[in-house]
């Protein structure tokens, strides 16, 4: 038996909750395509990485040192775009049987945690930053500094923390209304939507 729908998300209204939700969106979009630009560097260097140390004998020089430093760059910045898309992995064996102001109530507690969390971090991850700079800790090869790497982790944390306090902030109105439609969250989909779209694309790869 199905439980009732709920509602789906507004992208296009929602008062001033939505302005800053689109505002911030277009902004972690920019921070995604620049962590995938930077893979897609990566990959190249790497590949060139393995053709010149094989067939030239002349590997790129500090080439550890690069990739060290381009970590913090696709594995950090873009982790607030994944968390407003949803794309992070969640224990939704619970959560997706749930309605109304049950549903919203919980997502509430997990925000609240995880804006303690992410807080944190913000604040540790900058101090380890301070510390690199003042230090002037530097990679073994290239002698690159660790400071730009490192702040930028910071950034990360503190993006991902506004992007939690807009999740609040939606989160906050559903619980009081659960009639509202959803602005700045993503929604969780329901066993039924799950099994729809595997259905659909169970259907479209046997097609081909």
Known sequence: ???????????????????????????EKLMALISALCIFALMFVGVWQ?????????PIYGYIDMVEIAMTTFAFIAIS????????????????????????????????IGLFVVGTLTRYSFDHFLRAYTAGDSTIDLQLPWWPSKL??????????????VSLWGYLRLWIDPTLQPVGVPVVASLDEAAEEAARIGAGDGRR
């Open 50 to 58: 393995v053709v010149g140390r094989r067939l030239f004998n002349a």
């Open 152 to 165: 930028l982790v910071s950034f990360a944390f503190a993006l991902l923390f506004l992007r939690l306090l």
């Open 1 to 27: 038996m199905e439980g009732p729908a709920e509602p789906r998300p507004d992208h296009t209204g929602g008062g001033m909750l939505g302005a800053i939700d689109r505002a911030l969106f277009a902004f």
């Open 81 to 112: 775009y994944t968390e407003r898309i949803g794309g992070h992995v969640r224990m939704e064996i619970f959560a997706s049987r749930m309605h109304g102001r049950l549903l919203w109530f919980t997502e509430v507690a997990g925000v609240l």
